[in-house]
T-cell receptor, first 113, second 111 residues
Framework: DGGITQSPKYLFRKEGQNVTLSCEQNLNHDAMYWYRQDPGQGLRLIYYSQIVNDFQKGDIAEGYSVSREKKESFPLTVTSAQKNPTAFYLC????????????FGSGTRLTVV | AQTVTQSQPEMSVQEAETVTLSCTYD???????LFWYKQPPSRQMILVIRQEAYKQQNATENRFSVNFQKAAKSFSLKISDSQLGDTAMYFC????????FGTGTRLQVFP
């Protein structure tokens, strides 16, 4: 079955460390997205990529980095510069164009300890 | 910039009754699409319904329907015959070139 796989489901990070969240899709979608979800704030866009080897900052990109070397993969690195990284992270993908809904992964819960 | 506002942080409804969740949005674009997503306790995001802005007819998916008022930039979701499984967070979203979400409404369905 086609879908989006996020791993790991839970992740713990020590302060000052970088950590990478994985997102893989087999839907043949061109576009991929990373959102952060905090209580009471909905989903906020971190980065998005509409084509391989290209990506754009979303509304809250500071302290994060991404790469898009393959169509299927869009990993997110949470760097030590991110001051409050504890959150639920959701990856999504879609076909090109704004008429399509996004397909979401099951999320990664990141906790800084 | 586009914004999406959901003014009801929490709502509750009795099983089999009807409930309406409100959403307003702001965009300067003419070509856009609107969505409602459901996020149950599993936290998996599920697409509920989609509305094309250039269509006046309100979208319907089984028990879910929308009231789309383009001039007022309003996009409410009506859930008929509410079921216990409808208990979830509901997010309204607008897509011009990327999907922007509101802050969500937590819906509790009581037996």
């Amino acid at each position: 079955d086609g879908g989006i796989t996020q791993s790991p489901k839970y992740l713990f990070r020590k302060e000052g460390q970088n950590v990478t969240l994985s997102c893989e899709q087999n839907l043949n979608h061109d576009a991929m997205y990373w959102y952060r979800q905090d209580p009471g704030q909905g989903l906020r866009l971190i980065y998005y990529s509409q084509i391989v080897n290209d990506f754009q900052k979303g509304d809250i990109a500071e302290g994060y980095s991404v790469s898009r070397e393959k169509k299927e993969s869009f990993p997110l690195t949470v760097t030590s510069a991110q001051k409050n990284p504890t959150a639920f992270y959701l990856c999504a993908s879609s076909r090109q164009g704004n008429s399509h809904g996004y397909t979401f992964g099951s999320g990664t819960r990141l906790t800084v300890v | 910039a586009q914004t999406v506002t959901q003014s009801q942080p929490e709502m509750s409804v009795q099983e089999a009754e009807t409930v309406t969740l409100s959403c307003t949005y702001d965009t300067s674009e003419n070509n856009y699409y609107l969505f409602w997503y459901k996020q149950p306790p599993s936290r998996q995001m599920i697409l509920v319904i989609r509305q094309e802005a250039y269509k006046q007819q309100n979208a319907t998916e089984n028990r879910f329907s929308v009231n789309f008022q383009k001039a007022a930039k309003s996009f409410s979701l009506k859930i008929s015959d509410s079921q216990l499984g409808d208990t979830a967070m509901y997010f309204c979203a607008a897509n011009t070139d990327k999907l922007i979400f509101g802050t969500g409404t937590r819906l509790q369905v009581f037996p």
